[in-house]
Nanobody, 113 residues
Framework: QVELVESGGGLVQAGGSLRLSCTKP????????MAWYRQVPGKQRELVAR???????TYADSVKGRFIISRDNAKKTVSLQMNNLTPEDTAVYYC???????WGQGTQVTVSP
């Protein structure tokens, strides 16, 4: 079973920042596109940001200019720097490995007005 371990969620005021991290201790990391998704109750899980093995990135329109996804292959870690957060960013955030079709356990991000 592929394990993805997430950390960094929490409660922040609007305008603040949080950094999420996702580590994949075992298996192959460097060749796998990695992504962050988020989900709110009653809605489908949506793609927030994606980074491929070469470091190319894509973002949802709603987070462009505010969020930055990055990866450190030596540490087998993908991170999501979230700036200028708004209450609309409140969700459970999930890390995803495309190579293994695996998901992290999810981490709650709550942004207060």
């Amino acid at each position: 079973q592929v394990e993805l371990v997430e950390s960094g969620g929490g409660l922040v005021q609007a305008g603040g920042s949080l950094r999420l991290s996702c580590t994949k201790p075992g298996g192959i990391f460097s060749i796998s596109p990695m992504a962050w998704y988020r989900q709110v109750p009653g809605k489908q899980r949506e793609l927030v940001a994606r980074i491929d093995k070469s470091g190319s990135t894509t973002y949802a329109d709603s987070v462009k200019g505010r969020f930055i996804i990055s990866r450190d292959n030596a540490k087998k870690t993908v991170s999501l720097q979230m700036n200028n957060l708004t209450p609309e960013d409140t969700a459970v955030y999930y890390c995803h490995s495309e190579l293994y079709a695996a998901w992290g356990q999810g981490t709650q991000v709550t942004v207060s007005p």
